[in-house]
């Protein structure tokens, strides 16, 4: 099973300007989540971003909260516990209501609704608490997680790698930045390729 980029949503959780220098390895994982979400806007994936408690732990990375499309502030760990299972599925189209002088309803054309994205790519800070958690709530709200593993993080590798270890067994897929990168895009001859390879490079 590979990704697709027209059924993919990228989330990148709380890396935040204050959190960073305590992080493991941060500024490699700081440089692969700003690439994972460069590489998604090319390729017109949604980059939806979070931030844990930011009037103490400040805003994320200027660059990285830039390519978001929306950036949802939270105080909970998880962020589907703070809505953001909404921002992630199509909106529901009304009803078409008739009147008198409207079309019977066996001629109307349905509202189109919103093609779903349901597979989330996600990545973040720190892995064992508000990643782990928010991808695990996304579990269970049905929607198919991928793990970037080299654009997360914790302040331990061992921490780091336990959330690894409990996120493959409740199901979510481990990749890296390069793995999604490559399956999103899945062939050489692809429009965008040369631009998404420049960026990797």
Not at 163 to 186: I, K, N, Q, Y
């Amino acid at each position: 099973m590979l990704l697709d980029a027209d059924e993919s949503q990228l989330v990148l959780v709380d890396y935040q300007a204050r959190l960073m220098p305590a992080i493991h390895d941060g500024s490699a994982v700081l440089a692969n989540a700003r690439l994972l979400a460069r590489v998604a806007r090319t390729l017109g994936v949604p980059v939806w971003g979070t931030e844990q408690n930011p009037s103490r732990l400040g805003a994320n990375d200027a660059d990285l909260r830039a390519l978001c499309d929306r950036t949802l502030a939270k105080m909970h760990f998880s962020a589907a516990e703070e809505g953001l299972g909404e921002w992630l599925r199509p909106p529901a189209q009304p009803q078409q209501g008739g009147n008198a002088r409207s079309l019977p309803k066996h001629l109307q054309k349905p509202a189109q609704q919103a093609p779903e994205r349901g597979t989330i790519v996600i990545a973040g800070c720190e892995a064992h608490v508000c990643l782990l958690q928010t991808a695990l709530d996304l579990m269970e709200d049905e929607f198919e997680v991928w793990v970037v593993t080299d654009a997360c993080g914790s302040r331990t590798e061992r921490n780091r790698d336990a959330a690894f270890d409990r996120l493959a067994g409740a199901g979510a897929e481990l990749v890296t930045t390069e793995m999604v990168a490559f399956e999103w895009l899945r062939t050489c001859e692809h429009p965008d390729f040369k631009e998404v390879l420049g960026l990797v490079k």
